[in-house]
């Protein structure tokens, strides 16, 4: 059974950057992965932020950047705004029967 | 403006059966990938199951796999996700989500945006 591992929680001020990760179990994320990652808040659905690693969305603010870092994916926040406090989701792709995966997610506050 | 509209879930017994629909408009539904993504109450997301444009390929997810199936009617814009032997554990909020395009037999699995707004399903035990 696949697992995709994210931080649980993290805090951030207001201003500041932070950078939350995606780990596999399988090993290295790559770009074969097609990482991406959604943004929830509380009560509503999801919204996909980033896709195949680093391409943002046409609404996803600049303040929004994907990456692969240390065999992981990772989602960047520079210049936090309280509006971006959430849960965040990372999802890999492993094709053939388990096709999509999705991380635990990170709860995100700014505070 | 892209709508995905899901509906039919609601409280059943364990070992019943239930059909979501997904209604979907403002997108030429029958070129596009769709998506059923579920999130039990206070968890994390899980992916369900897919289809390509044309119906012809369909994934499930390990954990639905021989009782849940993915369908589709392009003349009724509208996604159809068949759940039978549900369990307590399939308690959850179902979303609708749009994938990227078709073409001829090329699909573009990873997209997944946008999302409908969720269609609650509770198993009773």
């Known amino acids: 059974q696949t697992v995709v591992t994210q931080e649980p929680s993290l805090t951030v001020s207001p201003g500041g950057t932070v950078t939350l990760t995606c780990a596999s179990s399988?090993?290295?994320?790559?770009?074969?992965?097609?990482p991406n990652w959604f943004q929830q808040k509380p009560g509503q659905a999801p919204r996909a932020l980033i896709y195949s690693t680093s391409n943002r969305h046409s609404w996803t603010p600049a303040r929004f950047s994907g990456s692969l870092l240390g065999g992981r994916a990772a989602l960047t926040l520079s210049g936090v705004q309280p509006e971006d406090e959430a849960e965040y989701y990372c999802l890999l792709y492993y094709g053939g029967a388990q096709l999509w995966v999705f991380g635990g997610g990170t709860k995100l506050t700014v505070l | 403006d892209v709508m995905l509209v899901e509906s039919g879930g609601g409280l059943v017994q364990s070992g019943g059966s239930l059909r979501l629909s997904c209604s979907a408009s403002?997108?030429?539904?029958?070129?596009?990938?769709m998506h059923w993504v579920r999130q039990a109450p206070g968890k994390e997301l899980e992916y369900v199951s897919a289809i390509s444009s044309d119906g012809a390929t369909t994934y499930h997810a390990d954990s639905v796999k021989g009782r849940f199936t993915i369908s589709r009617d392009n003349s009724k814009n509208t996604l159809y996700l068949q759940m039978s032997s549900l369990r307590v554990e399939d308690t959850a909020v179902y979303f609708c989500?749009?994938?990227?395009?078709?073409?001829?037999?090329?699909?573009?699995?990873?997209?997944?945006?946008?999302w409908g707004q969720g269609t609650l399903v509770t198993v009773s035990s």
């Open positions: 403002g997108f030429t539904f029958r070129s596009y990938v």
């Open positions: 989500v749009k994938g990227g395009y078709c073409k001829s037999a090329n699909c573009d699995w990873g997209w997944f945006d946008p």
């Open positions: 399988t090993g290295a994320v790559t770009s074969g992965y097609y």
